[in-house]
C-alpha cells in the first residue's frame, strides 16, 4: 500500500531533505577550473563508446526548444483563521496580566481564541502550453485545486492570470486559459505515450521547489502502474528527476512530443528518489480535448460492478487462463440491464481492446464516447460470445446500484436448514431477515454460520451473506444449494462458485473448494 501523503507531488517551496547539486561556472571561478582534469577520468562519460547506449548525447536543443512551453502555475487561497489542529492556541493568563498586550499581538494571526484572521496560502506548481493561439494551459487538478487566483508564469517573465476552465479528479488533470493577446507563446503537441517503451529515454521539465524552469532526464521504468490514486490508474513510471513543484508538468519523448503529465513520487523526504508518475497522454488528451470542448468530463458508462478473475473462478467457469474482468452485478436501468451481459459473465474484450486484469475495463470504457454501439467479447457458461452494447454517460454524482436480485428458481420439498461447505444455511424467511438486518430485496439462502479454518471462511464467508447463485444457477432454499453442490462434484469440479449478496443486497463472487 502506497501512502499518498507521501505519494502525491506536493506543491511548496520547501527544501526539504532532498540533494540538488549546483555547478559553479568556470567563468566565475578561474582558479576552480584550473584544477579540473586535462583528460577525461576512466569510465567517464567521454570515453564510453556509443554503441553502449550510455544516454542521450546532449538534449541541450531539444530543450532550448520546450523550455518556453513549459509554465510555473502560481495559486493563491484566502484560508480563514480557525482554532482547529495545526493552529497555535494562545496560553490563558490571569486576568490582568501586563503580558497580555504582547501575547495578544503574537497570537493575532496565529488562529488562536483571540485570532480567526484571514491568510493568504501560496502553492506552486507546473503546467505546459497546448494552444499558444487560444492559450490553453494543461496542469494537475491538485495544483489549482480550491485556488482563489491563479497566474501562469512563463520562462521569458511574462506572467498571465489564468481562469480554469474546467478539471477532472478521476485523472488528477485540469485545463486552463490564458489570454495571450499580443505575446507570442510556444506551445507542445502531444505524443503516442502507447509507443513508449521501457527503457525509452525521456526528459522531463518543470519547477522544482519554486526554482523555475528546470530540465532532467532519465528512461522509462516501467508502465501501466496502479498506485491506488484513481480508478482510471494506468501510470508511466520514471526515473527522470520529479520533486515537489514538477507536478503539472510534461514529460518528453526525445523528439519534444508529450508522452505523460508528471503527477506523483515515491519519496520519504519529498524528494526525488528516482520513483516518480506521470498520467500517459492516451488516457490525458481525451480528458484535455472533452474539458475543452465542455468544460467537464463525459465519460461512457456501462453500468456494471465487477471483480477480478482468479485462478479458482477460472477453473469454476471452465476458462482455460485467468483473464479478464467478471461481472458480479448489473444497475438497474443502467445501460445493459437489458440482459446483453449478465453477472457471471467474463468480459475478456470490449471494443477490441483486451481486458487482461479488471482494471482495464473502467479505464477503457471511460475513454469510449457515450452512445457509441460497441462489441463485447465475453464467456457465458464455458461459451466465447459477443454482444452488442449501448454506453450510457457515467455522472460523478452516482453512486454504485444494487443489481437486479433474481427471483426463487426451483420449487419442491425444501429443508429448512443444512450444513455444506463448511457453511450452516437456512431459509431466508422473515425471522432471517429480522435477525440479520437483511434487506428485502435480497432473496436466496441465508448463512446463519460459518465454521472456523473452514473453506468458506477462509473466502471470508460471514453470517448473514445470502447465497443467490450457485454456478450462475439460481438457488431459493437450502436443498437447492445441497443438490446444487452435489451436481458439481459429479462433474469433476474443484471448485464452486457462488453467488454471495451482502445484507444491503450488494453481490460478489467467491469461489469455495470441495474438498
Given at each position: 500500500?502506497?501512502?499518498?501523503?507521501?505519494?502525491?507531488?506536493?506543491?511548496?517551496?520547501?527544501?526539504?531533505?532532498?540533494?540538488?547539486?549546483?555547478?559553479?561556472?568556470?567563468?566565475?571561478?578561474?582558479?576552480?577550473?584550473?584544477?579540473?582534469?586535462?583528460?577525461?577520468?576512466?569510465?567517464?562519460?567521454?570515453?564510453?563508446?556509443?554503441?553502449?547506449?550510455?544516454?542521450?548525447?546532449?538534449?541541450?536543443?531539444?530543450?532550448?526548444?520546450?523550455?518556453?512551453?513549459?509554465?510555473?502555475?502560481?495559486?493563491?487561497?484566502?484560508?480563514?483563521?480557525?482554532?482547529?489542529?495545526?493552529?497555535?492556541?494562545?496560553?490563558?493568563?490571569?486576568?490582568?496580566?501586563?503580558?497580555?498586550?504582547?501575547?495578544?499581538?503574537?497570537?493575532?494571526?496565529?488562529?488562536?481564541?483571540?485570532?480567526?484572521?484571514?491568510?493568504?496560502?501560496?502553492?506552486?506548481?507546473?503546467?505546459?502550453?497546448?494552444?499558444?493561439?487560444?492559450?490553453?494551459?494543461?496542469?494537475?487538478?491538485?495544483?489549482?485545486?480550491?485556488?482563489?487566483?491563479?497566474?501562469?508564469?512563463?520562462?521569458?517573465?511574462?506572467?498571465?492570470?489564468?481562469?480554469?476552465?474546467?478539471?477532472?479528479?478521476?485523472?488528477?488533470?485540469?485545463?486552463?486559459?490564458?489570454?495571450?493577446?499580443?505575446?507570442?507563446?510556444?506551445?507542445?503537441?502531444?505524443?503516442?505515450?502507447?509507443?513508449?517503451?521501457?527503457?525509452?529515454?525521456?526528459?522531463?521539465?518543470?519547477?522544482?521547489?519554486?526554482?523555475?524552469?528546470?530540465?532532467?532526464?532519465?528512461?522509462?521504468?516501467?508502465?501501466?502502474?496502479?498506485?491506488?490514486?484513481?480508478?482510471?490508474?494506468?501510470?508511466?513510471?520514471?526515473?527522470?528527476?520529479?520533486?515537489?513543484?514538477?507536478?503539472?508538468?510534461?514529460?518528453?519523448?526525445?523528439?519534444?512530443?508529450?508522452?505523460?503529465?508528471?503527477t506523483a513520487i515515491i519519496s520519504?523526504?519529498?524528494?526525488?528518489?528516482?520513483?516518480?508518475?506521470?498520467?500517459?497522454?492516451?488516457?490525458?488528451?481525451?480528458?484535455?480535448?472533452?474539458?475543452?470542448?465542455?468544460?467537464?468530463?463525459?465519460?461512457?458508462?456501462?453500468?456494471?460492478?465487477?471483480?477480478?478473475?482468479?485462478?479458482?473462478?477460472?477453473?469454476?467457469?471452465?476458462?482455460?487462463?485467468?483473464?479478464?474482468?467478471?461481472?458480479?452485478?448489473?444497475?438497474?436501468?443502467?445501460?445493459?440491464?437489458?440482459?446483453?451481459?449478465?453477472?457471471?459473465?467474463?468480459?475478456?474484450?470490449?471494443?477490441?481492446?483486451?481486458?487482461?486484469?479488471?482494471?482495464?475495463?473502467?479505464?477503457?470504457?471511460?475513454?469510449?464516447?457515450?452512445?457509441?454501439?460497441?462489441?463485447?467479447?465475453?464467456?457465458?457458461?464455458?461459451?466465447?460470445?459477443?454482444?452488442?452494447?449501448?454506453?450510457?454517460?457515467?455522472?460523478?454524482?452516482?453512486?454504485?446500484?444494487?443489481g437486479e436480485d433474481d427471483e426463487?428458481?426451483?420449487?419442491?420439498?425444501?429443508?429448512?436448514?443444512?450444513?455444506?461447505?463448511?457453511?450452516?444455511?437456512?431459509?431466508?424467511?422473515?425471522?432471517?431477515?429480522?435477525?440479520?438486518?437483511?434487506?428485502?430485496?435480497?432473496?436466496?439462502?441465508?448463512?446463519?454460520?460459518?465454521?472456523?479454518?473452514?473453506?468458506?471462511?477462509?473466502?471470508?464467508?460471514?453470517?448473514?451473506?445470502?447465497?443467490?447463485?450457485?454456478?450462475?444457477?439460481?438457488?431459493?432454499?437450502?436443498?437447492?444449494?445441497?443438490?446444487?453442490?452435489?451436481?458439481?462434484?459429479?462433474?469433476?469440479?474443484?471448485?464452486?462458485?457462488?453467488?454471495?449478496?451482502?445484507?444491503?443486497?450488494?453481490?460478489?463472487?467467491?469461489?469455495?473448494?470441495?474438498?
Amino acid at each position: 500500500m502506497i501512502d499518498h501523503s507521501v505519494v502525491r507531488a506536493a506543491r511548496t517551496t520547501l527544501l526539504a531533505a532532498t540533494v540538488l547539486s549546483f555547478a559553479i561556472p568556470a567563468a566565475v571561478t578561474p582558479s576552480l577550473a584550473q584544477k579540473a582534469p586535462a583528460s577525461p577520468a576512466p569510465n567517464s562519460p567521454a570515453q564510453t563508446s556509443p554503441t553502449t547506449g550510455a544516454g542521450p548525447e546532449s538534449v541541450a536543443d531539444l530543450a532550448e526548444g520546450l523550455l518556453g512551453a513549459v509554465v510555473n502555475i502560481s495559486t493563491s487561497q484566502t484560508v480563514k483563521g480557525t482554532d482547529g489542529p495545526g493552529t497555535v492556541p494562545m496560553p490563558q493568563l490571569p486576568e490582568g496580566s501586563p503580558f497580555q498586550d504582547f501575547f495578544d499581538e503574537f497570537f493575532k494571526d496565529r488562529g488562536g481564541p483571540r485570532g480567526g484572521s484571514s491568510q493568504k496560502v501560496q502553492s506552486l506548481g507546473s503546467g505546459f502550453v497546448i494552444d499558444a493561439k487560444e492559450g490553453f494551459v494543461v496542469t494537475n487538478n491538485h495544483v489549482i485545486a480550491d485556488a482563489d487566483d491563479i497566474e501562469v508564469n512563463f520562462s521569458d517573465g511574462l506572467t498571465l492570470k489564468a481562469t480554469l476552465v474546467g478539471t477532472d479528479t478521476k485523472t488528477d488533470i485540469a485545463l486552463l486559459k490564458v489570454d495571450p493577446a499580443d505575446h507570442k507563446l510556444t506551445e507542445v503537441k502531444f505524443g503516442d505515450s502507447d509507443k513508449m517503451r521501457i527503457g525509452d529515454w525521456v526528459m522531463a521539465i518543470g519547477n522544482p521547489f519554486g526554482l523555475g524552469g528546470t530540465v532532467t532526464v532519465g528512461i522509462i521504468s516501467a508502465r501501466n502502474r496502479d498506485i491506488n490514486a484513481g480508478p482510471y490508474d494506468d501510470f508511466i513510471q520514471t526515473d527522470a528527476a520529479i520533486n515537489r513543484g514538477n507536478s503539472g508538468g510534461p514529460l518528453f519523448n526525445m523528439h519534444g512530443e508529450v508522452i505523460g503529465i508528471n503527477t506523483a513520487i515515491i519519496s520519504p523526504t519529498g524528494g526525488s528518489i528516482g520513483i516518480g508518475f506521470s498520467i500517459p497522454t492516451q488516457l490525458a488528451r481525451g480528458v484535455v480535448d472533452q474539458l475543452r470542448e465542455f468544460g467537464e468530463t463525459r465519460r461512457g458508462w456501462l453500468g456494471v460492478r465487477i471483480q477480478p478473475v482468479t485462478e479458482d473462478i477460472a477453473e469454476s467457469l471452465g476458462m482455460k487462463e485467468a483473464k479478464g474482468a467478471l461481472i458480479a452485478g448489473i444497475m438497474k436501468g443502467g445501460p445493459v440491464d437489458d440482459g446483453s451481459i449478465q453477472p457471471g459473465d467474463v468480459v475478456t474484450k470490449f471494443d477490441g481492446k483486451e481486458i487482461d486484469e479488471v482494471r482495464d475495463l473502467p479505464r477503457i470504457v471511460a475513454e469510449s464516447p457515450v452512445g457509441k454501439a460497441v462489441d463485447v467479447v465475453l464467456v457465458r457458461k464455458g461459451k466465447e460470445m459477443t454482444v452488442k452494447v449501448t454506453l450510457g454517460r457515467l455522472e460523478d454524482s452516482e453512486k454504485v446500484a444494487e443489481g437486479e436480485d433474481d427471483e426463487a428458481g426451483q420449487q419442491g420439498e425444501a429443508v429448512a436448514t443444512a450444513s455444506v461447505l463448511g457453511m450452516t444455511i437456512g431459509e431466508l424467511d422473515e425471522a432471517a431477515r429480522s435477525k440479520f438486518g437483511i434487506a428485502e430485496g435480497v432473496n436466496g439462502v441465508v448463512v446463519t454460520e460459518v465454521a472456523p479454518d473452514s473453506a468458506a471462511a477462509e473466502r471470508g464467508v460471514q453470517a448473514g451473506e445470502v447465497i443467490t447463485e450457485i454456478a450462475q444457477e439460481s438457488v431459493a432454499n437450502p436443498t437447492d444449494v445441497v443438490d446444487r453442490i452435489a451436481a458439481l462434484k459429479e462433474q469433476g469440479r474443484k471448485n464452486a462458485l457462488l453467488m454471495m449478496a451482502s445484507k444491503s443486497g450488494e453481490l460478489r463472487f467467491v469461489t469455495i473448494r470441495m474438498d
